[in-house]
């Protein structure tokens, strides 16, 4: 887990994703239906949908990494190109593994940089479907359940498995990509439409 993502977690113990906020999102989850066999949705159910939805994005992202700048950083104490990519690659799989004990000790990061664009697509590919693989394993009674970050023994936040899953696996990526996009930019690559059209590709045109 990166610095960010530990500073996030522990905001995020005072924010939305308090136990009182997900409460109400579960209680207004339970009232809706499965579109194939009007069974109630698994709280799970939505996190893995927006997980295909989102991927297909990150993946234009990641397709426009230019192989020849990934040593480029925007700022001597910013991530390379390369290890800002290979971060958003791996992050749902690592953060999903992340959250299935009840606690862990905030480990030490080093972001390793990516070699090649193809390192980074087959990173996030794995990762993708390892955090999937792993989601779907939990029911409603585990995501709504105490995940624990601790420090030295301390601990530093302590809220609903889901909410850590919704800030760190999701939240905390569309960050990052959204980071990878100016230093697309900054390269002058031509930056793919995100959550909409962008400069460069208009998908309603």
């Known amino acids: 887990m990166c610095p960010f993502c530990i500073a996030s977690a522990a905001l995020m113990a005072g924010s939305v994703m308090s136990t009182g906020g997900l409460a109400a999102l579960a209680v ?4 809706s239906k499965s579109d194939t066999n009007g069974e109630d ?23 426009r990494i230019p192989e020849d700048k990934l040593a480029w950083k925007p700022h001597p104490r910013s991530y390379s190109l390369g290890q800002l990519a290979l971060h958003v690659a791996s992050t749902p799989g690592s953060v999903a593994a992340l959250a ?7 480990p030490n990061f ?4 990516a ?7 087959d990173t996030f ?9 792993t989601l779907k394993k939990m029911d409603d009674a585990r995501l709504m359940s105490k995940w624990t970050l601790t ?14 899953i919704r800030s760190i696996l999701m939240n905390h990526n569309y960050h990052h990509r959204g980071q990878l996009s100016v230093y697309l930019r900054m390269l002058d690559v031509p930056v793919p439409s995100i959550y909409g059209p962008s400069a460069d590709e208009n998908p309603f045109a």
């Open 100 to 106: 299935v004990p009840d606690s862990m000790e905030a």
């Open 41 to 63: 949705m698994r709280l799970v159910d939505s996190i893995l949908m927006e997980l295909d939805q989102e991927a297909q994005t990150t993946k234009r992202v990641l397709d």
């Open 151 to 164: 420090k030295n023994g301390k601990v530093l936040m302590s809220v609903p498995r889901i909410g850590f």
């Open 110 to 113: 080093s972001q390793p940089e």
């Open 115 to 121: 070699k090649s664009r193809q390192e980074v697509l």
């Open 125 to 133: 590919s794995k990762s993708l479907e390892s955090a999937k693989e």
């Open 28 to 31: 207004k989850k339970f009232g």
